[in-house]
């Protein structure tokens, strides 16, 4: 309840999920059939970087700035969305903006001030439905969808020192309510064995055809310091390996420092 992401929207981080998740959208409405999407932790929507939160940290010039002035193929997409829909749009406007009009989008927020201006950044769009909920009960309540076809992004604010464990524990319950839905769950990078051990918590856990898309801005060592972000697929859709490895190249040029650099792997087979 104490994260709020104005703080943080633009950055480094924001970017790389953002620029997949792009990428996932387009691929899954290239398909005729409706699509849900379920954003379970969908924060305000549109964000000022203007305002005194984002000039507080800063960190949007180290992430959506620098793209803006310039970026490889892999990100044009993705940029120009974010040209077009003005003030720097989160995940929920992102995945509207790609909606079609037999698709559906409901989004999840918990604080509740966060909430109602979310609630007015998407109003009047029948396709979008609004809950004032915990983004992980959201899982058992809203799977699986009428459509049969979803895309879940799972982007806890990890505040809790066992946000890895509870984000495991969710994932195999919901993929076993809705195997065929496509999950994507962020998680950041400080050091490396939380991740590592996330990972393997999904391998025990019995999941299947599981890819894993990194992009470190640096060396992940110094457990106080983000310096990386991760992107867990389930279900990922085909020739998602590939074009994550050309989109994190393309930030990794922009945005990485000299030891960074990104990673595409395969957890867990089909």
């Not at 999407?37 to 929507?45: Q, W």
């Not at 984002?54 to 010039?61: I, L």
């Amino acid at each position: 309840m104490n994260y709020r992401h104005a703080f943080h929207a633009g950055n480094f981080a924001d970017t790389m999920k953002h620029a997949l998740l792009v990428w996932l959208m387009r691929a899954l409405t290239a398909k005729p059939k409706p699509l849900f999407v379920l954003d379970t932790h969908a924060g305000i929507g549109r964000y000022d970087l203007k305002a005194e939160p984002a000039r507080r940290t800063n960190e949007a010039a180290g992430g959506i700035e620098i793209l803006l002035k310039g970026a490889a193929p892999p990100l044009d997409d993705y940029i120009k969305l974010v040209r077009q829909l003005g003030l720097y749009p989160g995940s929920p406007v992102l995945i509207q903006a790609l909606l079609r009009p037999t698709d559906r989008l409901a989004c999840c927020e918990w604080h509740p001030e966060d909430v109602r201006v979310l609630r007015r950044a998407m109003a009047g769009d029948p396709r979008v439905h609004i809950h004032h909920r915990d983004g992980y009960e959201a899982l058992g309540a809203l799977l699986p969808p009428p459509e049969r076809r979803a895309l879940i992004l799972i982007d806890p604010p990890f505040e809790a020192p066992d946000e890895f464990d509870r984000l495991a524990a969710a994932l195999k319950p919901a993929q076993a309510r809705f195997p065929q839905g496509v999950y994507a769950a962020w998680y950041p990078l400080k050091h490396r064995a939380p991740s590592r051990g996330f990972h393997e918590n999904l391998r025990l856990a019995g999941l299947r055809d599981i890819v894993a898309a990194e992009f470190f801005r640096a060396e992940p060592t110094d457990p106080a310091r983000l310096t990386g972000c991760g992107l867990v697929l389930l279900n990922p859709p085909y020739g998602f390996e590939a074009a994550a490895s050309e989109i994190l190249d393309a930030l990794a040029d922009r945005l990485a420092e000299p030891s960074g650099g990104f990673a595409v792997s395969r957890i867990a087979d089909e």
